[in-house]
């Protein structure tokens, strides 16, 4: 049966470390609209994965859009730090939509976990970076040997910080890598525990204003061939049962890039209380990634009748992982096509 398969696969992953146990981590918040949805072919709620990334979809969050489009649903927002939580969430069905970083996204791909890919929120740029307190003495990638490096593990910061070090040449062994949360990271800094950290808006921001310089970003990192991104994944149970729920929460998404792209006051403003930044910090944040409108992800996703650029990111990425033994396969690039479901698209 599937359920044991997933089961019996869940409890196999979380032995060898490549999930958490749980996500006790994770905030939720739930609305509920005025009326009930009467419409069998749609859902009473929605539970939701987020990042609290500069993207979209954040905004979709703010501006409460899918509230909006469907007020008979309940819609529970679930925020994660990072992809392995979603990933585990995922495997253990206890959320339907998710954003997830594209090396857990490949690990959950390789690992056949219950979900398949149906957008691509953003390619992030210059919003992941490595900082350094200024104090540290670090002043260029070649600088961290022998110095206390934190990143979240399994994420995409944490897969740009290898990327990089093996750009540059650098044994893993020659730094001390942490695995910390964004939120361990900022306590950790202000202890002076940690030189420096390879991490993402908004807490680079807080980096950077309390005694830290960018290094390098993960723009940099991608120049050399290791390219990271947020994709949003759909159980593979909700999107056979209500796939007009998935293609309308695309429109919306689509929607609310459109209106990020013109960095209205209005969005900014919006933007601002999702992250928790000053206006001026969060323009900062949103210039630093790549967002895609809808006519932009036939590019990564493909359509119904052409496959994108997507799946070769994946298998790219999966061939890095298990360089490091984040995987223990790599599979052929069949198996990323199938994971992308570029079939919901018009």
Not at 139 to 151: P, R, W
Not at 183 to 197: K, L, N, P, V
Request: contains cysteine; charged residues 20%; hydrophobic residues 35%.
């Amino acid at each position: 049966m599937k359920i044991k398969k997933y089961t019996v696969l869940l409890s196999a992953i979380l032995s060898v470390g490549i999930l958490i146990t749980g996500c006790s981590g994770a905030k939720t918040a739930s609305t509920t609209g005025n009326t009930q949805a009467s419409d069998s072919a749609l859902p009473k709620e929605i539970r939701l994965g987020y990042f609290q990334s500069p993207n979209g979809e954040l905004l979709a969050k703010g501006e409460k859009l899918l509230e909006k489009k469907f007020p008979g649903i309940s819609i529970k927002y679930v925020q994660f730090d990072v992809g392995r939580d979603v990933n585990a969430a995922m495997a253990s069905g206890s959320i339907d939509i998710a954003t997830i970083g594209t090396p857990p996204g490949t690990t959950g791909i390789v690992n056949d976990l219950p979900y398949k890919i149906y957008y691509l929120h953003d390619i992030i740029g210059s919003s992941e970076a490595l900082v350094a307190k200024n104090t540290s003495g670090i002043n260029s990638i070649a600088d961290v040997k022998g110095k206390k490096i934190a990143t979240p593990f399994g994420s995409t910061s944490h897969y740009s910080l290898l990327a990089a070090l093996k750009q540059n040449n650098i044994s893993e062994n020659d730094v001390t890598i942490l695995d910390m949360s964004a939120q361990d990271i900022i306590a950790a800094w202000s202890r002076g525990e940690i030189d420096g950290a390879y991490i993402w808006q908004p807490a680079q921001s807080k980096l950077v204003s309390d005694g830290g310089k960018v290094i390098l970003s993960s723009e940099d990192v991608a120049k050399g061939g290791a390219v990271t991104g947020e994709f949003g994944i759909v159980s593979n149970d909700f999107a056979a049962k209500y796939p007009d729920v998935v293609k309308a929460y695309i429109d919306i998404l689509d929607e609310a890039t459109k209106s990020y792209k013109t960095q209205s006051d209005d969005v900014v403003k919006t933007l601002s209380a999702e992250l928790g930044l000053s206006t001026e910090d969060t323009k900062q944040a949103m210039n630093q990634i790549s967002v895609l409108d809808k006519s932009e992800q036939a590019e990564y996703i493909g359509t119904a009748d052409k496959q994108g650029t997507l799946p070769q990111i994946l298998k790219d990425t999966s061939d890095f992982l298990l360089t490091q033994k984040a995987v223990t396969t790599s599979p052929d690039i069949e198996t990323f096509k199938k994971a992308v479901r570029n079939d919901l698209y018009n």
